[in-house]
Structures are given as structure tokens and as C-alpha cells.
């Protein structure tokens, strides 16, 4: 079966310009859920959607990241205008959301992303 | 307070002996742990999760929880060089949905 899947894998832009990393989740889960990671803060969460619907979006640095969910099969972060401090890796990750502890997330490849 | 803490390390073991690595939370209501291993370059990967006081076994892997101290830790028994990478802790609260709660994570170096 076909995990997470993102891309780009790697991006490397310029300050200003902007950014659209695309993720698409495992068949049939139903959470969704965008990670940022780095060496100084660790791995943190950006936003996660239920059921294509945003559910905490609290980790959003600012205005200049968004995050769409269209459909149940893919979900978008932007970053418009993107600045040297975005740089990071950026996980997908995502679940079949059972209210039961034991639900897991399963994580994408990552994006590596460098803004110049 | 961190919400879930974890020794940064490098901890460093021998090949085949027992690696045991630590973390505690902070909302004593937390539901579910979870350990990923992370290597180098590439993303988190589910080693194991626990959600009930004790220990859960698997393969090499032991999850020990205790709730009362808000303490969970991995035990990897035997440890290979291949095991080298590094260990997350992440934390299901009570009153967070879905969302895990990840430490920083513990390097853990197996020496041949």
C-alpha cells in the first residue's frame, strides 16, 4: 500500500517568493496532519484537519502560512512570501481517526525546503 | 515546562546491550505515547505506542508506562548498530483531539 506522499521532496527558493508543498494521505484516513521540523525547535505542529475540515491550527507560525484540504485525498501548505527562517523540513502525516487511543499517525517522506 | 521532555543525549551503548531511553509529560490527563525512530535524513517511523500502565513488549522493544509519574520509557533490548537514530516521544492529552505532542528526541548511538 502507498503511504504519504509529498512533494516536492526538496525546494529551494528565493526570499519572497512563494511556496506550495502538496501532500496526499494514506487511503481511507481520514486526519491530516502538517509538521514542521527543525534542529532548534524539533518537530512541531503547523495545523491538522478531520475530515478535510481545519481543526487546530494554533502551530501556524503566521498569516504568511495557509493550509487547504479540498478533498480527501490532498492538502496543500502555502507559504506566501517565504522568508530564510521557513527554512525546514515539512512533514504530511496522517490517521484514520477512531477516537480510540491507540490511533496512529503515519508520516510522509518530508519536503525539504531552503528559502535564500 | 515542556510539555514532554526527553534527555537530548547522545546516550551510547555497546552492541547487545540494553538502550533505555526516557520521557515524561507534563498533562497528567494524557491518553496515549507514542515512540517513532528517526534516522538521519529521512522522516518518523511508529516503533510502538502504549496506553495503559506496565509494559508492552515487542520483538526488542519494551514500552514501560507509569501514569502516576507521568513517565514513559523504551527499552531496546540487544541493540544493533542499525538501531542508531533518534528516539521520539509523542503524547495523545486528554483535551487535544487527535494531536500529538512530540519531545525533542534522544540520539542514540549503538557502538560495534
Sequence with gaps: DAGVIQSPRHEVTEMGQEVTLRCKPISGHNSLFWYRQTMMRGLELLIYFNNNVPIDDSGMPEDRFSAKMPNASFSTLKIQPSEPRD???????????TGEPQETQ????GTRLLVL | QKEVEQNSGPLSVPEGAIASLNCTYSDRGSQSFFWYRQYSGKSPELIMFIYSNGDKEDGRFTAQLNKASQYVSLLIRDSQPSDSATYLCAVRGYSGGNKLVFGAGTILRVKS
Design chain 1, 87 to 97: 527554512s525546514a523540513v515539512y512533514f504530511c502525516a496522517s490517521s484514520y481517526s
Design chain 1, 106 to 109: 503515519y508520516f510522509g517522506p
